[in-house]
């Protein structure tokens, strides 16, 4: 039986006055201006009100105030579990839509929304920054930091962004383009801004929400898939200051070491020239502060490139690849360490959210920290020392047998060994678990973790494999695996091809257990919120979003958005009043899979479209709600030039180095993407003019001239068009064709 012991909470609650000052317009979608990038260090002001005055101690006595949402998990310890029971399993049939927000976008929403004194605080895509009634979903003011839209390109995984943070009287967000910018939470008005990017010529993102703590704002970023190196740093909350960094991987060894652990560090790496290609180790997500302690936990990506045979051919475990890193919060100086992946060589990042929680263990009361990473394993540390304590599979593992728990070291399965030959494995790149966050019920001891089984055909390089060399390319994806078998097993449809699948699952950390399983059609669902009414709550990507019975699994209501979801549910009460809230709009890291092929479904946001919208509900909610229009999925007749295979297999190349990465596998776009086996005569027309000149950039569909010539462009389009006509032949019920496959 598992036991937790729930913080006691202290109250202490500063009621703020509510100011409503005169909404600020945003710009219209992806206007492509230039920000204007500023290391200039702000002036320190303090707020004129104490309205979302958030500190220290309020979060740690979130409990005392259950109707907010005071921080990105609700509280430091993450755990995305409200104590609030007015809506709960015995009433859920009659929740019904408060109110819903039209983003005025169809690219995908992640963010978790800070409830605090009042107002609403949540980011939409391209970073903006809305702050609303959470009665109403009146803008009361709303911020766009105008990321430039040629960052559409240099996302791996949309123009995507996770959320605020709020703390004194501040809300800070950071940019797609890598900006760390602190708002007045009154007025919208910008106080600072810093530029937390140490290269602009590498493609460096940020998503993740900021974390706030001790005076400090910390902030990670991405872009391992484009060849970088991770870093974390901290700013002084008040000033925009920088008061340290913690680089996750060792730089060029033949330079000083920019802090002491990459010594240690760097002898785990070994042969290559991994700080040319990257080395990856991005903190794109989760940042956990821990009261406990006054630490600081960091999960660490991916390697750079993903194989490790190029990154590292001599071996080594790759420290801090995967890992879940524990750093002073004043110095960020390392703690302690876990590598979940030893030698990464499958994009297995440990970046996945992690809570903490106090639990007994083997008749011990330990301060124990919880994470589901790629994996496919569930982690359960001693937040005191790294210690391992568990590692159940939380989803089918095939990359490995097991965790050694003498070791603390994942036993890998030699049959999978793909250096030589390509072989399926689970998890797939996507992992067992992603960004979407789970949920931790203390008192049962169960997390609902929003679980998928999605495999991938892992291969070598062509390029290495043939010569063994491997060169960076700027501006695409550096993998280091050969992506052409994916496309050959995409197209062809083999029999081979296991099923993707997604489940919800109520699983006990301790003894490997799930209480209950829910299956989920398709893989790429939405995060969990679990309540003390006895409910599970999440979206998943048919548009549904589901309360569960906590206990049992069992589907209680439902409602149907006509959107896929991602974004996690959140709750919060006001005047005596619940409301659960939830972003609809998928995307995200699935864009490169694109439309699913059967018999998985097709998510609603390809049936219908990707309407990014906030909805709120409360019991006897009767808010109008208007379903969208079925998208037409017809694919206009091709002009084909009657190339030979090489050029259009060439053109298939470049463009699933370039173009696949958000129009989808195959020219098959998920449904958030334009697909571009519907493009119109126009759009032809200006084919060479939107891939080369980037004449459509303020969508955020960037040029390509530094990469691709005219005749890459050409090939591209051919490719494209013969994709098209294939796939419009199926429709018609004709024969296809010959297919061509990709080999030069
Ligand atoms: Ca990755």
Redesign the pocket.
């Known amino acids: 039986m598992v036991r937790y012991t729930i913080l006691v909470a202290a109250i202490l609650a500063f009621l703020g006055m509510y100011f409503l000052r005169t909404p600020q317009e945003i710009q219209p979608e992806g206007d492509g201006s230039l920000a204007v990038m500023s290391n200039e260090a702000g002036d320190s002001a303090a707020p004129d009100s104490r309205t979302a005055w958030i500190d220290d101690e309020r979060i740690k006595n979130a409990d005392s105030e259950p109707g907010n949402w005071l921080a990105y998990g609700r509280t430091y310890e993450e755990q995305r579990f409200s104590p609030l029971t007015q809506i709960n399993a015995g009433n859920v049939s009659q929740l019904g839509l408060a109110w819903s927000k039209d983003m005025g976008t169809n690219r995908a929403q992640e963010s978790t929304p800070i409830v605090v004194d009042g107002i609403m605080y949540f980011t939409s895509a391209w970073s903006r920054v809305y702050a609303v009634d959470p009665l109403t979903g009146e803008t009361l003011w709303s911020y766009d930091p105008k990321v430039p839209g040629e960052y559409g390109r240099r996302a791996?995984c949309d123009v995507v962004n996770r959320g605020v943070a709020v703390y004194q009287g501040r809300v800070y967000v950071g940019s797609l383009d890598g900006r760390l910018i602190a708002l007045d939470a009154l007025t919208g008005e910008e106080i600072w801004q810093v530029d937390t990017i140490i290269d602009r010529d590498r493609f460096y993102t940020v998503t993740g929400a900021p974390r706030v703590a001790n005076g400090k704002v910390f902030i990670g970023n991405g872009g391992?898939?484009f060849g970088v190196r991770g870093y974390v740093s901290a700013y002084d909350a008040d000033t925009g200051e920088m008061v340290w960094r913690f680089f996750t991987v060792p730089g060029d060894p033949s330079l000083p070491f920019e802090q002491p652990e990459l010594a240690e560090a760097a002898k785990t790496w070994k042969g290559g020239n991994w700080w040319e290609i990257g080395g990856g180790g991005t903190v794109w997500n989760s940042i956990v502060y821990d009261p406990d302690f006054n630490v600081v936990y960091l999960g660490v990506?991916?390697g750079s490139p993903w194989t490790r045979a190029i990154r590292s051919p001599g071996g080594g475990d790759n420290l801090f690849l995967s890992s879940i890193v524990a750093v002073d919060a004043d110095t960020g100086e390392l703690k302690w360490h876990y590598q979940t992946t030893p030698g990464d060589n499958w994009?297995y990042?440990a970046v996945q959210d992690m809570a903490l929680a106090d639990m007994e263990v083997d008749g011990e009361m330990k301060k124990v920290l919880l994470q589901a990473p790629k994996n496919g394993f569930f982690y359960v540390l001693d937040r005191e020392n790294g210690e391992l304590l568990r590692a159940h599979p939380y989803a089918t593992v095939t990359w490995a047998t097991h965790v050694d728990m003498e070791t603390g070291r994942p036993v890998e399965n030699p049959d999978l060994d793909y250096s030589e030959k390509e072989k399926w494995v689970l998890p797939g790149?996507l992992g067992g678990h992603n960004w979407q966050a789970m949920s931790v019920d203390a008192e049962s001891g169960l997390v609902f973790i929003p679980v998928q089984e999605n495999p991938l055909i892992y291969g070598m390089a062509e390029e290495f494999k043939e010569t063994g060399l491997y060169k960076r390319n700027p501006g695409r994806w550096n993998l280091g695996v050969e992506l052409g078998r994916v496309v050959q097993h995409f197209v062809s449809n083999l029999a081979d091809w296991p099923l993707p699948r997604g489940y919800l699952k109520a699983f006990d950390p301790l003894t490997g257990e799930s209480a209950w399983v829910v299956e989920i059609p398709h893989y790429w669902n939405g995060g969990v919120l679990a309540t003390a009414g006895d409910l599970v709550f999440q979206g998943d990507a048919l548009g549904m979003f589901k309360a569960y019975n906590k206990q049992t699994g069992e589907l209680l209501w439902e409602f149907n958005t006509y959107t896929s979801m991602l974004a996690p549910p959140i709750t919060y009460e006001i005047d005596g009043t619940q409301y659960v809230s939830i972003l609809t709009g998928s995307g995200g890291g699935d864009l490169f899979g694109g439309a699913p092929l059967p018999p998985v479904p097709n998510p609603a946001s390809l049936d219908y479209n990707n309407y990014g919208r906030m909805l709120v509900f409360k019991l006897g909610g009767d808010a109008p709600f208007e379903a969208p229009r079925a998208r037409d999925m017809t694919i206009p007749e091709q002009q084909l030039a009657g190339l030979s295979d090489p050029e259009i297999a060439h053109g298939e190349r470049m463009y699933h180095e370039y173009c696949a990465v958000c129009h989808g596998l195959a020219v098959r776009s998920g449904g958030v993407i334009p697909d571009l086996r519907q493009m119109d005569d126009g759009t032809h027309e200006a084919f060479n003019q939107i891939v080369l000149e980037g004449i459509l950039v303020q969508n955020g569909m960037s040029g390509f001239g530094d990469v691709l010539d005219v005749e890459d462009s050409e090939l591209i389009h051919h490719y494209v068009r013969a994709r098209a006509h294939e796939d419009r032949e199926v429709a018609l019920g004709n024969q296809p064709g010959p297919r061509w496959t990709w080999q030069d």
């Open positions: 791996c391992a898939e990506g991916n994009d990042t790149p």
